[in-house]
């Protein structure tokens, strides 16, 4: 059997169901296909940057967002090895700003049926397992559902389906990071207390973690290391243990903690591709290239580039032979929209894997709201990432690291 649209978006998280949304608004027919049902869980620290808002708010569910419960998160808390820290908020005028935090399986549910209340054609439970060529365009995908197989034929097809996209793998375009080879362990607990509204960065040797308060005292916990420092043949389970084991301060607040879902182990987490535009494809989200969850801006950064991917469609030539021609323009805003803040979360991974310049910078951070709200801003998704690849900020941090950098190398001694 076949079935025909105008655009066919493969994979419903916050990527494919904003792009789905925001598509359908424009006038075009849109079919939306997921390989499982929702609500479904998906491994992630389940925080929203507080750059989503905007963006959740023009797509509509803002407000319900806030009507179920999600947790404001109004900064970050960030502690190293050694036990220094800084708390940072985000920058703003009069309303100080803010991020959410709230299961995943919930937000990705609101999106998935934002996007059909727009009048998207949803299909769950369909796994792409193919594309369809009509010589060197994308003509549209083969579907795999309880063992019958379908023909989804469109005039544009958009990847959305995550890390692994099948869309990039199939066109040739999907590529290991060559370097940065990270695995993340994601679980959500009962805590004994409530954590409050910052999310908690622990900075160790190894790695990271990461956790970030939701509603009723739970939180969700997610440990990063490196593939390298993963020991071989236990269980699962034990080496997370031993993985927040290594970062006290999570250990003592875990005391009594109960998980509320299995955990989730995923990577390696950092993945490039080729290009994100060609003949009849375009690629968002994360199927368009991941890096490091260190800083929290995949949906971010899955929301926007569904609405540049949007603009660009929307606003092209519409020639009859070829109507989705155009897509160039959004490969360019993309790298233009995203490409510095990659470098910043380069840079941070370079600065974490030296634990004394690590503490010298955080020590430095401690007390300057100016530099932590530029920092805050750039990382929750507010300013413009160059602001922090100035080597007047960065000096300033660093210049002022001398005296205290002394002491530690006395410390040391
Ligand atoms: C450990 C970890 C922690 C993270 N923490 C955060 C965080 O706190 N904040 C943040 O902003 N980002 C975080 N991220 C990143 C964030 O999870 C992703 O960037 C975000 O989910 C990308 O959205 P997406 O829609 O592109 O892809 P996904 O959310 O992965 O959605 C892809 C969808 O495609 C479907 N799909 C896949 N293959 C197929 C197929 N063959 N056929 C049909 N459907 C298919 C899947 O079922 C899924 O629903 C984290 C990532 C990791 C790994």
Redesign the pocket.
Known sequence: MKRTADVLV????????AVAILLARAGFQVCL????HFP?E????????PG?VPLLKRLGVLHILEEIGSQPIWGMRVETSAGTFFTGTYPGEAVPPHGY?LP?ERF?TLLFEAARCAGVECLEG????DLIRAGHRVAGVI?ASNGRTRHFTAALTIG????????ARRLGLFASHPSHRKV?F?QRFQMPAELGGLGEVYLGRAGYC?L?PQRAATA?V?A?VDQRDLPLRRPWEEVFRELLAAYPSVRRKLIGAAPLNSLQI??P?ACRVKRIVGDGFLL?????G?YD?MT???????LK?AELAADTVAEGPRQKEAPFAALEPYAVAYRREFDPKERVCQLLQQIVRRPLLCQVLVRNLQGRREQTQELMGVVGDLLPAHRLLRPGFLASLLVAGVPSLTRLVRCAR
């Open positions: 493969v994979g419903g998280g916050p990527a494919g169901s296909l997921d390989k499982r479904r998906k491994p992630c620290g389940e925080y929203l940057s989503c935090a995943r990705d369909w796994r792409v397992v579907g959305a389906d995550g890390r692994n996209s099948v869309v993340a994601v990461i970030n969700n997610a990063v995923l990577g987490l968002v989200g994360d199927a368009a991941y969850p929290g801006e995949g949906i971010y950064q899955a580039g």
